[in-house]
């Protein structure tokens, strides 16, 4: 997600590598951290791939440079926003670096195939916790601090539904008997 994050911001214009760091810990920073040990890595297997293009800024001073994204990298960041990993769609963190670039695609069809797909995985009933195959709904718990995972889970899931909904043009769903909607997947847990 981290060559995702990087491509995206290129493809919004040409970065030099401090400002490129600035923005991808200011999207990923808050639930995992962008170290140099990482991000400068990745920026040179994408250049090495011919995905972007590294070129000196003699206005910035010595060591300085540009990073700008090329035509094939542009091609790649395109195909990993119309077909995400299932772990991408699946996890919140890295479907939320998805969202981030996911206007970059032109074809609203394939927008909304990757939001149908997020929300496919959340209508699937799931839990933390389970007895036997069955997925416990948070009035099934009597932990407070595991009923309280699964609440908030589950407001949380309810909002991202609603907005996957809206976004999509769709009518929200409808409710039990009890007038609520029912369990469905909590968002997965980011990944370490």
């Given at each position: 997600?981290?060559?995702?994050?990087?491509?995206?911001f290129l493809a919004e214009?040409?970065?030099?590598?401090?400002?490129?760091?600035?923005?991808?810990?200011?999207?990923?920073?808050?639930?995992?951290?962008?170290?140099?040990?990482?991000?400068?890595?990745?920026?040179?297997?994408?250049?090495?791939?011919?995905?972007?293009?590294?070129?000196?800024?003699?206005?910035?001073?010595?060591?300085?440079?540009?990073l700008s994204l090329t035509?094939?990298?542009?091609?790649?960041?395109?195909?990993?926003?119309?077909?995400?990993?299932?772990?991408?769609?699946?996890?919140?963190?890295?479907?939320?670096?998805?969202?981030?670039?996911?206007?970059?695609?032109?074809?609203?069809?394939?927008?909304?195939?990757?939001?149908?797909?997020?929300?496919?995985?959340?209508?699937?009933?799931?839990?933390?916790?389970?007895?036997?195959?069955?997925?416990?709904?948070?009035?099934?718990?009597?932990?407070?601090?595991?009923?309280?995972?699964?609440?908030?889970?589950?407001?949380?899931?309810?909002?991202?539904?609603?907005?996957l909904r809206e976004a999509?043009?769709?009518?929200?769903?409808?409710?039990?008997?009890?007038?609520?909607?029912?369990?469905?997947?909590?968002?997965?847990?980011?990944?370490?």
């Open positions: 997600m981290l060559e995702l994050a990087i491509l995206g214009a040409p970065l030099p590598g401090h400002e490129l760091r600035r923005r991808v810990s200011q999207l990923t920073g808050y639930t995992r951290p962008v170290s140099d040990g990482s991000l400068y890595p990745a920026i040179n297997r994408l250049t090495k791939a011919g995905l972007i293009e590294r070129r000196a800024d003699p206005a910035a001073g010595a060591a300085r440079y540009v035509a094939a990298g542009r091609a790649d960041m395109l195909q990993r926003l119309r077909e995400p990993a299932d772990h991408e769609i699946t996890d919140f963190t890295r479907f939320y670096i998805v969202l981030a670039f996911l206007s970059h695609l032109p074809d609203v069809t394939e927008q909304h195939a990757v939001l149908r797909r997020r929300l496919e995985f959340l209508e699937e009933p799931a839990s933390f916790f389970y007895d036997k195959d069955r997925p416990l709904r948070a009035e099934e718990i009597t932990d407070p601090y595991r009923r309280g995972m699964l609440l908030t889970a589950r407001a949380t899931s309810r909002a991202e539904r609603t907005w999509l043009g769709e009518e929200p769903p409808a409710f039990d008997t009890a007038g609520t909607e029912s369990d469905r997947r909590p968002p997965a847990a980011p990944a370490s």
